[in-house]
């Protein structure tokens, strides 16, 4: 769990016809290249992952293998709740073996299915829970209560706006950084758009578009708080006179 606690910060979150994954590029130093933290599983399932890397990349390759498997056999694409499944048992046996040790990532698994989008949060411990958007990694309560705050508009978001309301979390996740193309990778998937990743010149674009209104936003707070301020000491006054009027009596 500390693992997952210590890893850069994943983000995912759904709407009903779309599934986005965000991540921070971290490296170990300013010499070398960062690891990839978001895998497509199948055209229509992808995960994101925090944690141990090394342990991310061979869960990410059984979901593939299973993925692939079910396909064969049934000729139809595997259910995500079906993998989550899955991959929650295999997580679960390392917990009751002595001679194993727990997988040390915690994965965000999204994807589409006959039932529509689905986004599962799988934990070392082998308990996974469904969610309409989650953050996972390194300060990523900052990016859960951006998220908390506008959850219930990502049912009947568009696609542009989930792009932007993840952009947003993940940019609660920086400190004393700037979001850029080359620090960020953004996945999508949706209906009738296959699993893939979206390249550095689009998400700038996004960026660039997002920080716009992102900056005018706050400024219109200040304004409304500012017209509110002169309000607060006359309502305060009042029951400061009525407060002396006794005293004199």
Same mark, same amino acid.
């Given at each position: ?6 890893g850069?910060?994943?983000? /995912?979150? !759904?709407?009903?016809t @779309?599934?986005?994954?965000?991540c921070l590029?971290?490296?170990?130093s ?8 978001? $895998?497509k ?9 925090a ?11 059984y979901? !593939?293998?299973? /993925? ?10 595997l259910?995500?709740? #079906?993998l989550?499944v ?7 046996? /390392?917990?009751? #073996?002595?001679?194993? !040790?727990?997988?040390g990532?915690g ?7 006959e ?7 799988n934990c070392?411990?082998?308990?996974? $829970?469904?969610?309409q958007?989650f953050?996972?990694?390194s ?12 959850f219930? =508009? $990502?049912?009947?978001?568009? !696609?542009?706006?989930?792009?932007k309301?993840?952009? +947003?979390?993940? #940019? ?7 979001? =850029?193309?080359?620090? /960020?990778?953004v996945s ?6 296959? $699993? @893939? ?7 700038q674009?996004l960026?660039?578009e +997002? ?7 706050p400024?219109?707070v200040?304004?409304?708080a500012?017209?509110?301020?002169p309000?607060?000491? &006359? &309502? ?7 407060g ?6």
């Amino acid at each position: 769990m500390e693992a997952v606690k210590q890893g850069s910060a994943a983000i /995912c979150l !759904r709407s009903k016809t @779309h599934v986005i994954f965000a991540c921070l590029n971290k490296a170990n130093s300013e010499l070398s290249s960062y690891q990839k933290k978001i $895998f497509k599983v199948d055209d229509h399932i992808g995960v994101a992952i925090a944690g141990l890397t090394a342990d991310g990349r061979v869960l990410s390759r059984y979901m !593939r293998t299973e /993925c692939i498997n079910y396909s064969y056999s049934y000729e139809s694409p595997l259910p995500v709740g #079906r993998l989550v499944v899955q991959l929650a048992d295999k997580a679960q046996v /390392c917990t009751q #073996r002595s001679w194993k !040790r727990p997988y040390g990532v915690g994965l965000l698994v999204g994807g589409l299915d006959e039932s529509g989008a689905h986004l599962y949060y799988n934990c070392p411990s082998g308990n996974y $829970f469904e969610y309409q958007a989650f953050a996972i990694g390194s300060r990523s309560q900052a990016a859960k209560t951006y998220l908390e705050r506008r959850f219930e =508009t $990502f049912m009947d978001s568009s !696609r542009e706006s989930l792009l932007k309301d993840a952009l +947003f979390a993940l #940019r609660e996740t920086l400190q004393g950084e700037k979001l =850029t193309s080359s620090n /960020c990778t953004v996945s999508v998937v949706g209906v009738g758009e296959a $699993f @893939h990743t979206l390249d550095k010149e689009t998400i700038q674009a996004l960026i660039n578009e +997002f920080e716009i209104a992102g900056e005018e936003a706050p400024a219109e707070v200040s304004e409304q708080a500012a017209s509110d301020q002169p309000a607060a000491p &006359e &309502e305060g006054a009042a029951p400061a006179d009525e407060g002396a009027a006794p005293m004199d009596i």
